[in-house]
Nanobody, 126 residues
């Protein structure tokens, strides 16, 4: 069974940077299309970024493009989300997700992802 564990969240001031990590166990990182989603208080879980199994063609939500970078470290079996120039509107619980074995198409919808972590809190204050 695939298990995803997020870490790296915290409370920072506007303009700061954070790097979120998602440790993958029970499967190889390159077996899955991977993504990050986030859920702000009172809002639905929303797509943030996704990356192919080979690590190419990353896709980003418009609100984070140019500020966030998704990447993989295959040797460490870990997915990352580098977040720069953080804004108060980035405040949310961030979730790591995996589509499933042998699925190659990148999707941006929550229902497209089979495996989920339990989330890590990011809070950005003015």
């Amino acid at each position: 069974q695939v298990q995803l564990v997020e870490s790296g969240g915290g409370s920072v001031q506007v303009g700061a940077s954070l790097r979120l990590s998602c440790a993958v166990s029970g499967g190889a990182l390159n077996s899955h299309v991977m993504a990050w989603f986030r859920q702000a208080p009172g809002k639905e879980r929303a797509f943030v970024a996704a990356i192919s199994r080979a690590g190419g063609s990353p896709k980003y939500a418009g609100a984070v493009k140019g500020r966030f970078t998704i990447s993989r470290d295959y040797a460490e079996n870990t997915l990352y989300l580098q977040m720069d120039s953080l804004k108060p509107e980035d405040t949310a619980v961030y979730y790591c997700a995996a589509r499933g074995n042998q699925i190659t198409v990148i999707h941006t919808t929550r229902s497209s992802y089979r495996y989920w972590g339990t989330g890590t809190q990011v809070t950005v204050s003015s």
